[in-house]
């Protein structure tokens, strides 16, 4: 069974999306299972001073994602233009959308890696959690403008005739 464009690219930004929430899963059975005790008391002493920060990373994830999509449409006009002349614009489009998009989603990642790291250390769930959730929405937004509107016209040739 053959699989779209578009599922390939939903099935790897998914797998994207996923990888910082499976990460705070991880990092917590890891912590819980080789850290000592004492440093749960640490936790809840930097508790406080964390908290903030991860709340914080909230609306820079929001920021990344659009960093991310400027990524995006900069990797898609820079592929095209040094593309060779006899490239195949159907291949040439879905690579170029995909390999973006794969970088890109990284930006929107990013915060939510953070919002991780300072649960880590103390920070409560909840606006790790919340951070995760705008990342997610941010990686699949990505997926959503991957039909290259964000590429000019006079860069696209022939590849605008091609869905």
């Known amino acids: 069974m053959a699989w779209s464009r578009r599922a390939r690219l939903l099935g790897i930004l998914a797998l994207v999306a996923l990888s910082t929430p499976f990460a705070l899963v991880i990092e917590t059975g890891i912590r819980q299972q080789m850290m000592p005790p004492d440093f749960e008391k640490v936790r809840a002493w930097l508790s406080?001073?964390?908290?903030p920060w991860a709340w914080g990373m909230v609306p820079l994830a929001v920021v990344a994602t659009v960093v991310g999509w400027g990524i995006r449409g900069w990797l898609v006009r820079r592929g095209l233009r040094k593309a060779p002349a006899?490239?195949?614009?159907?291949?040439l489009r879905?690579?170029?959308?995909?390999?973006?998009?794969?970088?890109?989603?990284s930006a929107a990642q990013l915060p939510a890696l953070g919002a991780?790291?300072?649960?880590?250390?103390?920070a409560q769930l909840l606006p790790v959690a919340v951070t995760m959730a705008v990342a997610t929405l941010g990686v699949f937004s990505l997926g959503i403008?991957?039909?290259?509107?964000d590429v000019p016209v006079e860069d696209r040739g022939s590849l605008e005739t091609v869905d």
């Open 48 to 51: 406080p001073a964390l908290t």
């Open 145 to 149: 403008w991957t039909r290259d509107r």
């Open 94 to 105: 879905d690579r170029l959308s995909l390999e973006s998009v794969i970088l890109a989603s």
């Open 86 to 91: 006899d490239a195949d614009p159907v291949k």
């Open 116 to 122: 991780t790291l300072l649960f880590m250390m103390g």
